[in-house]
């Protein structure tokens, strides 16, 4: 080991990340114990106590005998040859011990803390993935992996059973699409499923002829192989350090990511204070409820553009639901409407002219002066929006913009609205669908040089820069070159999201940045059920390429 990295204390520099940590998950609402303490500990383990609510860091001191010796038998566990490569792989897995162990305490902080001590290490490797997995450069990943893979075979040595860790990874679905037994395209298809109808990964492999019989087997005693884990945990040290390691293998090599924000709302029941879902009625919508929708677009424009552009979609909804209810006056295109109405809904940009005009010919004679170009010179005057908009989420966004209303949730709705009307993808959608869009958020917050996605990594996420600036980063004779920017209201990644390829460029923060970021399962969901999203996206997509052809044409004649 040279004289420079002799001199790093490991527990300091752990200490570093505990303070670090603790103002980065600040900022999303994770507040800690006051008193919390990162604390020596003693041996090779490192845990939170649920007695004393700190966290114990055990680390070996190169300069001291007793830390020598801790060393020499962390090296014969993991299989490291010398002290420089174990020195170097515990600098970097030292954000993710820290990390690992703030998310147990605010598990237990926020009383979420429960009794299977393998779910809560799953749990808490999640944190950890969000705050260390993108901040790992692609030679200190390669290293890190590397080592892993060294050490997983060392431990695997020592022990009767070799596939434990992949076994009793939180997602058998991405272990073995690591471990090569479910390719790519399958694994699109299964976490599709998952997410769609909300069945684990597990239930689909088991039985569909893809795998090996002694797959087959291991996924069957799976459930038995975490209840060992939950009864005997930390007795044998040995077998702990494998789980460990073989899951860390796992979270830096899978294709998942995971964000701080994420991690509060489903492991800390988390609520951003949003409206309720638009959930869509069977009832036919009376003429009147059409008609508040109408002006409550009229009256709440000059205090609110989103809004505004919100209660006209609300009118065009309700309109296009009165007309499936009646019969047209050309019959053969009842059935025909009724197949197409959500294109209708979505074929609006807010131009001067509504493709619902078109329409009103089709309509029965009585409901024509419902229609944009006619409803404002027939407005019954008696309609007062508040009395008659259908819906609670109408209602509290009329009173929070016109009214002035106190509302949370109506000002974080609308807010998250106007992010997506400033985006060409987005902006035509009917609210209906912009509501489940907006529930899906995560937020990502980037400090200045912290990337977001690096080139070569596959992660098919797409994301929103709502605050700072980033700049696109291509490798080029390996040397990282400048090749863009990414300004507020921008959507970057959607490249990998429909090709699934790796990425195609690293992007970083220039400054202090805050982005969304819509998963990629969540966002395939959505878009099998509004298709316009993928036309949106392709067609801003093309719009890119072209510039960046032309800007690479003109500079080559």
Known sequence: MNQQESVIDLFALGRTYFDRFLQEFATYGLEADPGIELRQGSGVLCYYSLEDRHIYLSVPDFSQPVGKLQALILRSLLGCDNDEALFRFLGLFLPHIIAHELAHHYRHRYGMFGDSAWQEEQIANKLSVAVVKHRLSPEEKAFAKSFLRQAIETLAAKMEAKNIAIDSYYSVLHALNVSGQVGVADFENIELLQTALGVKSEEFLKGSGQLSDEVEQRLAHRGDLIESIDHEYTSDQIKYIYYHVGWLYLDLTSRETEYVDEF????????????????????????????????????????????????????????????????????????????????????????????????????????????????????????????????????????????????????????????????????????????????????????????????????????????????????QAGQPTKVGEIHPNEIFGEIAFFTEDPRYATVRAIEPSKCYVLTDADLQLLAYDHPTILMQMAGVLAKRLAAMYNTTHNETV
């Not at 007309?323 to 959500?342: F, H, P, Y």
Request: proline fraction near 6%; glycine fraction near 4%; include cysteine.
């Open 264 to 475: 509060a709302r489903n492991y800390l029941n988390f609520k951003f204070e949003l409206l309720p879902d638009l959930e869509p009625s069977h009832d036919v919508p009376a003429d009147k409820a059409i008609q508040a929708c109408f002006k409550a677009f009229q009256l709440s424009q000059p205090h609110s553009e989103t809004a505004g552009r919100y209660f006209y979609k609300r009118y065009r909804s309700l309109l296009l639901a009165k007309m499936q209810s009646l019969e047209l006056t050309i019959a053969a295109q009842n059935d025909r409407l009724k197949r197409e109405v959500g294109l209708i809904l979505e074929n609006w940009s807010g131009e001067a002219t509504d493709t619902l005009d078109y329409l009103a010919q089709l309509a029965p004679p009585k409901l024509r002066h419902l229609f944009p170009h006619l409803i404002a010179a027939h407005l019954d005057e008696e309609v007062l929006p508040l009395d008659h908009l259908p819906t609670e989420p109408d209602r509290r966004l009329w009173a929070h913009v016109v009214s002035g209303a106190a509302d949370e949730a109506a000002a974080n709705t609308l807010h998250r609205l106007a992010l997506l009307d400033r985006t060409d993808i987005y902006r035509g959608l009917p609210v209906e669908v912009l509501f489940k869009l907006i529930t899906c958020f995560s937020l990502v917050r980037l400090a200045p040089g912290e990337p977001v996605i690096w080139q070569n990594e596959r992660n098919d996420d797409v994301f929103i820069l709502i605050e700072g600036k980033l700049e696109v980063l291509v490798d």
